[in-house]
């Protein structure tokens, strides 16, 4: 009996179909609309929605371009892995990171990506994001993974955004002129893509501030490591990126005085703080991870602020062993006694306002990683905060413009400017001391800051023939 009521339902969705397949297939209607426009909204209608199981695996199911042999693809945020891991100094396995952070990112969608603290989809904006696949990084050779990473980033970072470009007049690319340059978010991979990224930004940027959360300096002078062995590629490795970035260049990659290391747990090389003294020589601001628990999430973001201008351009450099490996264990160098997750992600929308240009996400090694591959899905959550961060300063930036042509702090309509790491309390005060001639201290930029102190020389490695900039 309920089979055969079973087959009676199926035989009259058949018809159901049939006879609206049937009135599809026309010339258009009385408005002229062909019967393409048709056909094509009946499949979108019926097919374009993924579930979080299903379809191929790009970030949170975005559209899937290879941008480096599309020059033609236009985008505001560009997603790209960076396979790469061979300048590990434990354990290895991040070369399968960007796999793991996109199939971790497949409950993020378009139709579910609404952030109800930011108050918008960063998928359904003004930005367009796209997943630009992987940079094919040669395994054997890290000197040529660098040089591959680097100009593959330049590449991407050198075509004019979605946004610029979807101008109608040159009035409007003015008006969008700060969002000619496109953002880039990278999944690592191990640290040491970092560089690459700094190198490449350069171009368009000169020096930048960064912001590195990691529980290690990543500052390390590997000429002071004891070893016989000594080369050029033995020096590039995810512990000394930052320091090359500061030292082997002139003039540097990263801007004086202006970066900040937060989360840091591991312990030191040596007997004493030569570490901590050479971090600090090359302009770094330190947070330690057990801060958090005197000053609370609250007050490690307001020690980066302090340290961080809101328009100085920013990269931001997460490691994911900034989490405690109880929470994310799947990472080359665990530490004890990091952040949680909360935590973390707290942290990171406390400081939307920055200026952020680009982003990294590494050290992710699914291989150590538990059955509910917790690592991965904090990496991809946190690739979202970035992502819905990069798209809200843009919001606010328009925002901002029209509140400085009207000459006042809150919008025509009344409501307030979208907040960022300032709280609509603070923008009060800000209000109240401006309306008595109060001055506020900002931050200022690099174009301000006069540079004292003379830029490192490049080093030379074991004598004056071996300079690192001369391979990097």
């Known amino acids: 009996m309920i089979l055969t009521a079973f087959i009676t339902l199926l035989q009259a969705a058949a018809l159901t179909r049939a006879h609206a ?19 094509l909204e009946e499949l979108q209608r019926k097919w374009s929605n993924d579930w979080a199981f299903s379809g191929i695996s790009t970030f949170a199911h975005l559209p899937y371009t290879k941008c480096l042999v599309n020059p033609q693809e236009a985008y505001d945020i560009a997603i790209i892995g960076a396979p790469f891991d061979t300048a590990v100094s434990y354990r290895p396995g991040a070369r399968f990171g960007p796999r793991a952070i996109r199939a971790a990112s497949a409950r993020q969608t378009s139709f579910r990506g609404f952030n109800h603290r930011a108050g918008f989809n960063p998928y359904n904006s003004w930005a367009k994001i796209i997943d630009c696949g992987d940079i094919p990084v040669v395994p054997m050779d890290n000197l040529m993974a660098m040089e591959q990473m680097t100009e593959a980033l330049e590449e991407l970072l050198s075509r004019d955004s979605h946004t610029y470009l979807s101008a109608a007049s040159e009035e409007e690319k003015e008006a969008v002129e700060e969002k000619k340059v496109p953002k880039i978010v990278t999944l690592g991979g191990d640290h040491t893509i970092a560089l690459a990224a700094l190198r490449a930004l350069n171009q368009h940027y000169g020096p930048v501030a960064v912001l590195h959360f990691d529980a290690h300096l990543d500052t390390w002078n590997p000429v002071k490591y004891p070893n016989a062995w000594m080369s050029e590629q033995f020096q590039v490795n995810h512990g000394s990126m930052f320091w090359l970035a500061q030292t082997a260049y002139e003039p540097s990659l990263i801007y004086p005085n202006s970066s900040v290391h937060a989360g840091l747990r591991t312990r030191l090389s040596g007997s ?12 770094w601001y330190r947070i330690e991870a ?9 007050g490690v973001i307001n020690k980066i602020l302090d340290n961080l201008g809101r328009d100085v351009p920013v990269y931001l450099s997460i490691d994911i062993d900034v989490i405690d490996p109880g929470l994310a264990p799947g990472t080359g160098t665990p530490e004890p006694g990091g952040w949680t997750t909360r935590e973390m992600i707290r ?14 996400i590494v050290e992710v090694a699914p291989a150590y990683d538990g059955a509910g591959e917790q690592t991965a899905l904090a990496a991809a959550q946190i690739v979202y905060e970035i992502l819905t961060s990069m798209v809200k300063r843009g919001v606010e930036s328009e925002r901002v413009k029209m509140q400085e042509a009207r000459g006042a702090r809150h919008l025509k309509d009344g409501k307030p400017l979208l907040q960022s790491a300032q709280s609509s309390e603070e923008l009060d005060e800000e209000d109240t001391k401006e309306e008595d001639g109060g001055e506020q201290e900002d931050k200022d930029t690099p174009e301000e800051l006069e540079i004292e102190e003379e830029q490192p020389e490049p080093l030379a490695i074991q004598d004056e023939k071996h300079v690192i900039k001369d391979e990097l």
Do not use: W
């Not at 030569?274 to 090359?282: I, P």
């Not at 057990?290 to 609250?298: A, F, L």
């Not at 942290?347 to 990294?360: F, K, S, T």
């Open 347 to 360: 942290i990171l929308r406390g400081l939307e306002g920055l200026n952020v240009v680009g982003a990294d």
């Open 21 to 39: 397949t049937h009135g599809e297939h026309h010339d258009g209607d009385a408005a002229g609309v062909p019967m393409e426009t048709y056909r």
């Open 272 to 283: 004493d703080f030569d570490d901590y003294d050479d971090d600090t020589s090359q302009g």
């Open 290 to 298: 057990d801060e958090i628990d005197d000053i609370g999430p609250k």
